[in-house]
C-alpha cells in the first residue's frame, strides 16, 4: 500500500512540475512578446509651469549651499517646443547663499539646443554676490505659491483688450518672478510682447491677486 501510495504522490507531484514548468514558459514567451512589442514613438517635448522646473532645480542647489536663498525665476525658449499659457520649454533660476557670498544658476529645459542648452538641469559656475538689494531680494519658497499657469490668467484676462489685435496675439510672452522692496509679496512680471511694444502685468505670487500701483 505504502508503494502504490508513494507512486501516486510521485505521479501527482510529476504532474504538478509539469504545470508549473508549462506556466513559466508561457511566462516567458508572454513577457519576451511584450518586450519585443514596438513601442509607440515618444511625443514632442512639452513645456512646464514654473514650479515644476523651479523644484527640480532647487535640489541640485540646495546641495551647492544649504543655506540657499531663491533669487529670480524666468522663462525662456528651446527649439521646437512652443511656449503657451504660462508654460515654458526653459527655466532659469537664480539661488543665492548668504554665507558663500555667491549666486549661481540653474537652467531647466525639456529639449536640447546644443551647444548652449541641455535637457534637464544645467548649473553654471558660482558667482559673487553682494546680497540683497531694494530692487532685487531673495523670497522664500513658501511664498512662492501662485504657479506661472495660474499668473498667466490673471495676467491674460487684464490685457485682454490687447490680445484681441491678431499681431498682438501671436507675439511672444515672457514670465518672470522676483521680489523687491516695494512689494509685499514675490511677484510674477508678465510681459505680452516687448517692453516697447508690449503689455506689462505684475502679478502677487503669494495671492494671485493683480498688482496696479
Known sequence: MYKRLSKA????????????????????????DAE???????????????????WQMYTPAHA?????????LKSGEVAGVKN?????????????????HAARTYVYSVADQLPDITKGVKANLAEAWAGPTN????FQTSDFTVDSEAAYKTAAAKAADW???????????????GAAARFPAPVWVILFGTSKLGFLTVVNATTGTLITK
Open 9 to 32: 504522490v510521485l505521479v501527482v507531484a510529476a504532474i504538478g512540475l509539469a504545470a508549473c514548468s508549462s506556466d513559466s514558459a508561457n511566462t516567458t514567451v508572454a513577457k519576451t
Open 36 to 54: 519585443t512589442a514596438p513601442k509607440a514613438p515618444a511625443g514632442p517635448p512639452e513645456p512646464v509651469a514654473a514650479k515644476a522646473a523651479f
Open 64 to 72: 551647492w549651499a544649504g543655506d540657499l536663498v531663491a533669487i529670480s
Open 84 to 100: 503657451a499659457d504660462g508654460k515654458a520649454g526653459v527655466w532659469t533660476a537664480i539661488f543665492g547663499s548668504p554665507s558663500q
Open 135 to 138: 530692487a532685487v531680494m531673495p
Open 163 to 177: 490680445l484681441k489685435e491678431k499681431d498682438n496675439a501671436q507675439k511672444p510672452v515672457s514670465l518672470s518672478l
